[in-house]
């Protein structure tokens, strides 16, 4: 069955009807570009994921990577994917025309990204670390070392990598233990062992440039005596070429569960005379610059995660309009002809369900690399500070939503198609187990819930909470001028002042007790984002309501009305589910917390 990797119209709709793309081109840095520029970048992007990406997708997730002992291998295509996807430019193309690069929108190089995820979230995991651990050099490494690695990194020749876990360490990195001594020339050696490190070797380029959390001897206690290290996988001789082995070894590759063309891996650093290492910026910050990486990623994460949702919900709409079974309930004739399933009404559900979640997810994740552009190319001071603090506030549930929902959706499509849903000769089933990971990579739920009620929303006397009440009251005003939407604008304010009881309520509850305050946390992580998507799918549901009463006989009629049906599904069953959550949350439900370890 020959199948899209994402809807062209739903593209247009997010970027140009939902965002206003196009207006970026008033801006001095991108004053050159155009919408025609946006969109052939898109296209190359489309033409790159079906022809270098999707080719492999089920081939790479059979045939895994693998270890001689010696070198790692994975599958020729995905060295084909790498090499196309650095020539096109992609690598650098958010970069200045200085640098080499295009000087593109963060919406425009991230959107283009999605398809290669659409097509192949394994294959595309390879450069989407790269461009984040460049981003990372390009911001904090000191002049020499950005001269030394950061031109290869842009144009394909090293790779990147994020290495922060430990065996005995994830989430908790103030209790790591990789050190790292101090020599006369100023680099350092770097012993220790990480875990989980996707890309951590590979076939695909010269060298690996592994940025790696350590600990200085002496250094203060916690994360705040934590340094970042630039570890290439092969030291530089003075040409800038790859040249000695550096101290950075494979202890073994992971097989999971998805992602599978996509090497996870154990390092081991330092087993011999200790890995070269080069401080990026200032001893005990590095948990400071890790995070613009992490933030980045988690952002990636939850787009991810959408289009592995809207991947798996396309495919199995596909398959219910043209698999035909059984008759309508009122059809008593049994020789009558059968239907397509996508006539049932438990079907429909299902697949309402999906689009909900995927586009939901979709939508998110466009208006969170919007706030990353207005952060840095807005044209006021306080555009830019409104829009960073907008995306720190947003960053777990970004993340998350999406992780969780578009996971759901997956689970939908395997549904939808029955038992072929569950057979490896159709996809859905891949992009569940693909899709299972984003809960957990780049912090889990907990972790993102814990972040979002200790820390994000009260920041700064809640200034971020209270830009995001402005945002959603502005768009409540804008659907309450259109008959057909007055009754979600309410609901919607309804569900605002349920979320700001129950945030204060959880404040006080902190303050009586932190650890029983914060037990219920995911819950209230869920909550928020189930609140933000409908808040999302009203401007949808506005933006579809003008369209159709400007031309209500365009030709993209159904194409509106599947926006405002959609909205009006996700307010009447998907945003009343929150009532449960709120109810527990306010009253500090506190029976998980209380069980006992003995008890289980």
Known sequence: ??????????????????????????????????????????????????????????????????????????????????????????????????????????????????????????????????????????????????????????????????????????????????????????????????????????????????????KIKGAPAGVKGISLFLVPKFLLDEQGNPAKRNDVKLAGLLHKMGYRNTTSTVLSFGEDSGAVGYLIGEPHQGLKYMFQMMNEARISVGAGASVLGYQGYTYSLEYAKGRPQGRMPSNRDPESKQVPIVQHADVRRMLLMQKAYAEGGLSLSVYATSLYEDEHTAPTEEQRNNAATLLDLLTPIVKSWPSKYCLKANELAIQVLGGAGYIREYPVEQLYRDNRLNAIHEGTEGIHALDLLARKVPSKNLSGYQLLQAEIRNTIMQARDKPKLESMAKMLEEALEKLDETSFALFSQLQEDVDRGLGNATLYLDLFGCTVVAWLWLQQAVIAEKALEKNPNSEAQDFYQGKLHTAKYYFEWELPKTETAIALLKSGNSVPFDMQENWF
């Open 1 to 214: 069955m020959a199948h899209q990797l994402l809807n062209e119209r739903e593209i247009d709709f997010l970027l140009y009807e939902f965002l206003d793309t196009e207006a970026l081109i008033n801006r001095p840095r991108y004053s050159e570009h155009s919408r025609e520029i946006f969109d052939a970048t898109l296209n190359t992007a489309h033409t790159i994921a079906e022809k270098f990406f999707a080719n492999h997708n089920a081939k790479g997730d059979e045939i895994e990577p693998s270890f001689d002992g010696e070198n790692v291998s994975v599958i020729e295509e995905t060295k084909q994917s790498w090499d196309a996807f650095a020539s096109a430019g992609f690598l650098a193309a958010h970069c200045d025309a200085e640098e080499g690069g295009l000087q593109l929108p963060e919406v425009i190089l991230r959107t283009a990204l999605a398809y290669m995820a659409a097509a192949n979230v394994a294959s595309a995991s390879y450069p989407f670390l790269t461009i984040g651990a460049a981003n990372l050099v390009r911001t904090f490494a000191s002049e020499s070392l950005k001269k030394q690695f950061l031109p290869q990194m842009l144009d394909g020749r090293f790779a990147g990598t994020m290495a922060l876990t430990e065996p005995d360490q994830g989430s908790a990195l103030s209790d790591i233990r990789t050190s790292a001594l101090p020599e006369e020339d100023g680099s350092y050696r770097i012993h220790g062992q990480k875990m989980y490190i996707s890309g951590g070797d590979q076939n695909l380029t010269e060298n690996i440039v592994h940025l790696v959390l350590a």
